[in-house]
């Protein structure tokens, strides 16, 4: 998402953290940030757990939980349904699952497949952040 954002002059705050606390403090998988810097991403945040203050109105536009079971610990965290916490795969097409698939304990090919639809959801995201057609004319090529 940074990427794009940067990319695009898109200027948005991009964090990320998980429900659990299982990992606060450690980088990411080493699995994943091979296959991410195999990418061109860098990946060099320490990893933070959720806060009931992340998930205000109003402190960030939009938190995405990377699958269904997270979404729900998500949910109960902001005391109910709100619509600024949202799936990752409302911005994907039918062709993804609905979750993002946690690779961890498989092999180095899920941290791939991890990656092929954070790429394909995060230009949609940053769009409809933006509010605007940020991308004209980016993907005519792909059409054709």
């Known amino acids: 998402m940074k990427r794009f954002a940067e990319e695009f002059r898109v200027p948005v705050e991009v964090d990320s953290a998980g429900t659990h606390g299982y990992h606060v403090g450690e980088q ?14 860098e990946m060099n945040s320490l990893a933070r757990q959720v806060t009931t203050n ?7 536009d939009l938190v995405l939980a990377m699958d269904s079971d997270n979404h729900a610990i998500l949910t109960e965290m902001a005391g109910g349904i ?3 916490v949202r799936l990752f795969s409302d911005y994907l097409d039918e062709d993804w699952p609905k979750d993002v698939p946690d690779p961890y304990y498989g092999e180095d090919e899920g ?8 790429e394909a959801g995060c230009p949609l995201i940053l769009q409809t952040l933006a509010g605007a057609d940020i991308f004209e004319g980016e993907f005519d090529e792909e059409a054709e």
């Open 111 to 118: 941290f791939e497949e991890v990656l092929d639809m954070l």
């Open 28 to 41: 990411a998988d080493v699995r994943m940030r091979a296959a991410a810097e195999s990418r061109g991403y």
């Open 82 to 84: 709100s619509p600024h």
């Open 54 to 60: 992340d998930l205000d109105p109003g402190h960030y």
